[in-house]
């Protein structure tokens, strides 16, 4: 079942991941660490693989990262994407995984990936061939797709190269089924091209691809990852709205579609999710979108809660007994708000590493803390 060549079967499940946090809380885990989603047990900070070059040390660093992480009892929340550090991120997150469960560290049910899709990408493991090289000859002269199917953000959303690029990624993870599949940016990268009308009609396509692969239980859950879309105001052009795609999956899915799952920036510099009230459910307005979402029952992870490093800098006052670690400061304030299941941090070095395992064994801030720490940190500003 775990040899290098196999794909590990299984998702994550209610009692595995419940296993996984119990499993946790003996070595030294705060016992609020994991928050309960669709009844699964989600660690408050996830691993990211975004940044990196596609050198084999860099495959290393991140295979051992997520390994370490995973058997503290940190993290059973990893992210990643198909055309990050070109396909080599997923394929590190594979050998991780084999090694995991052949090591009788954790079973597959235990941990919950995610991975997205839409941006074009070359495959790292071959980088002679430069990322329109690839497209030109996987997809375009195939007739796959056309070279007008690519967006000027460099994105596709045509459902033949979505279905591709699902297969490709669940190859490099060594899968049998992927527990979330965002479509990556999907607005911010065509917005600029075509009409909000046609981008509709576009995702619609998506999500019946998407809805295709839960049938045939090769993913679980579907999302958008995001970047500005859900943070501006509703008269922006970048703006959209989250019922109205919800209610797409819907039209898409029927009442139990898979769109369950939001990706959005949210940090001390980003921090709109919080306080712009830009969305509506039904005839409820000037809700913001973790109000949204938990009316509509999406979950919400959070991307860059550094600001890639450039937080690290700022003075943030100590809002919180013994909160004096700056990484701490930043990261304990985002996984504590209500609405957010966990902060994804990208890691490969082991001071890192050890440093988000010990997050992992403070508690959560409580909720009146929270309130006080905004408070605080409010002020500042």
């Known amino acids: 079942m775990s040899n290098e060549n196999s794909y590990l079967e299984g998702f994550a499940s209610i009692e595995g991941t419940k296993r996984f946090r119990e499993n946790s809380l003996k070595k030294g885990i705060a016992e609020n660490h994991f928050k309960k989603f669709d009844d699964l047990y989600l660690s408050s900070i996830g691993m990211g693989t975004y940044l990196g070059d596609l050198s084999a040390h860099e495959d290393k660093e991140i295979e051992d990262a997520l390994y370490e992480s995973v058997k503290a009892g940190a993290i059973n929340v990893i992210d990643t994407a198909i055309n990050y550090r070109a396909m080599k991120s997923e394929k590190s997150i594979g050998r991780a995984l084999q090694r995991l469960v052949k090591d009788g560290i954790v079973t597959r049910d235990e941990i919950f990936i995610s991975t997205k899709n839409g941006y074009i990408t070359n495959d790292g493991d071959f980088p002679q061939i430069d990322v329109l090289q690839y497209m030109q000859k996987m997809y375009i002269d195939p007739g796959v797709i056309k070279a007008s199917d690519i967006s000027s953000g460099y994105n596709v959303l045509n459902p033949n190269y979505i279905s591709k690029c ?45 809805e295709k692969f839960r049938n045939e239980k090769r993913i679980r859950y579907y999302g958008m990852a995001t970047w500005t879309c859900f943070r501006v105001n509703k008269d922006n052009k970048d703006y959209l709205s989250l019922e109205e795609i ?17 990706q959005l920036p949210y940090n001390l510099a980003y921090s ?25 029952q999406i979950g919400v992870f959070s991307s860059v809660p550094l600001f890639q490093g450039r937080l690290l ?33 990208g890691q490969k070095k082991m001071e890192h590493v050890k440093e988000n395992i010990k997050i992992a064994e403070i508690p959560l801030l409580s909720n009146d803390e929270f309130k006080s720490a905004l408070r605080m940190l409010i002020d500042e500003k």
């Not at 999956?249 to 769109?259: C, D, L, T, Y």
């Not at 009230?277 to 009316?295: F, G, R, V, W």
């Open 166 to 210: 699902v297969e490709r990624s669940i190859c490099n993870l060594k899968l049998k089924t992927v527990d979330l599949l965002y479509i990556h940016n999907p607005f911010e990268s065509w917005n600029q091209d075509v009409s909000k009308k046609e981008f509709l009609e576009m995702l619609y396509k998506v999500f019946e691809v998407y």
């Open 246 to 262: 919800h209610n797409l999956a819907r039209n898409v899915g029927g009442k139990k579609h898979g769109f369950r799952f939001i």
């Open 272 to 296: 709109e999710a919080l306080f712009l009230k830009n969305q509506s459910i039904d005839e409820e307005k000037n809700l913001t979108i973790l109000d949204a979402a938990m009316k509509l």
């Open 313 to 345: 800098n700022t003075n943030i006052p100590d809002y919180a007994e013994n909160m004096t670690n700056q990484i701490l400061k930043l990261v304990q304030i985002i996984r504590s708000t209500p609405g957010i299941i966990a902060p994804l941090l």
